[in-house]
């Protein structure tokens, strides 16, 4: 949305196509310092894990980049969170070995890396995460899932680096 003298003009930056981009892109966008969207698919195809994708400005249109697919019935449905070396952080629906898990997606060599931080089990850590992540000052992330825990109604977590 741009302002406008009476209102706000809408410009669509990006039309997802349900294919390798994506699907129901849920959650929020962040920017990076270069102007750049970083931004979650829930799924894409039938039963697939969704994608984190990056929107990059050009000449008045947008190009988006598929980072990462995931593989479960539904991926992402929070926002990412950046670290100040740029590394991507978030939580998936489904994704993990047992359903849901807290992923980090860092840049080398110019591609972005994978890794699982932590695969909900169902139980006493919690499973089904549907936050985002936030850090502490020592870099400690923490988050939500939506059920487990002693009761089954969900956990507060953290994970120590």
Not at 32 to 59: E, H, M, R
Request: charged share 10%; proline share 4%.
């Amino acid at each position: 949305m741009t302002p406008s003298g009476s209102g706000w003009i809408e410009n669509t930056l990006y039309t997802f196509h349900n294919l390798s981009d994506g699907a129901f892109p849920q959650s929020g966008l962040i920017f990076d310092q270069s102007g750049n969207l970083y931004g979650t698919t829930s799924a894409w195809a039938t039963c697939t894990g969704g994608t984190v994708f990056k929107l990059v400005p050009s000449i008045g249109d947008w190009t988006l980049t598929t980072l990462h697919s995931f593989t479960g019935c539904v991926g992402p449905e929070a926002s990412l969170v950046m670290d100040a070396a740029g590394d991507l952080y978030g939580t998936t629906f489904s994704d993990g070995a047992y359903g849901g898990n807290v992923f980090k997606l860092t840049f080398y060599n110019g591609g972005w890396t994978y890794t699982s931080l932590h695969d909900f089990t169902g139980g006493s850590d919690g499973g089904v995460p549907l936050s985002n992540v936030i850090f502490d000052a020592n870099g400690n992330l923490y988050g939500t899932a939506s059920r487990g825990g002693a009761y089954g109604y969900g956990v507060v977590w953290q994970i120590t680096p």
